[in-house]
Nanobody, 119 residues
Framework: QVQLVESGGGLVQPGGSLRLSCVASGSIFGIYTVGWYRQVPGKQRELVASITNNGSTNYSDSAKGRFTISRDNAKNKLYLQMNSLKPEDTAVYYC?????????????WGEGTQVTVSS
């Protein structure tokens, strides 16, 4: 199967930066999209950024201009560079991928990494 493991979260001051990483293992083929989501208590999980095979990216309004999503297919890694962090960016960040499988697309999630922005 497929396993996703995030890393790079932690405590950072407002205005600071973090780079999140996600490494995938298992049957990694037929990638349709990959992306980052985040979730805070009492809120639904929301899309932060995604990227397709042709490099097309999509960002939430909050992330646009501050965050950059990228991928390294050779290493099965996904990154999220986060700059100018704000307290409202505090959340658990999840790596996500949608893979082509018999019968359609399958969605996989990592366990998440905590990002806390506070002075």
């Amino acid at each position: 199967q497929v396993q996703l493991v995030e890393s790079g979260g932690g405590l950072v001051q407002p205005g600071g930066s973090l780079r999140l990483s996600c490494v995938a293992s298992g049957s990694i083929f037929g990638i349709y999209t990959v992306g980052w989501y985040r979730q805070v208590p009492g809120k639904q999980r929301e899309l932060v950024a995604s990227i397709t095979n042709n490099g097309s990216t999509n960002y939430s309004d909050s992330a646009k201009g501050r965050f950059t999503i990228s991928r390294d297919n050779a290493k099965n890694k996904l990154y999220l560079q986060m700059n100018s962090l704000k307290p409202e960016d505090t959340a658990v960040y999840y790596c996500n991928t949608n893979l082509r499988r018999p019968g359609g697309l399958m969605t996989y999630w990592g366990e998440g990494t905590q990002v806390t922005v506070s002075s």
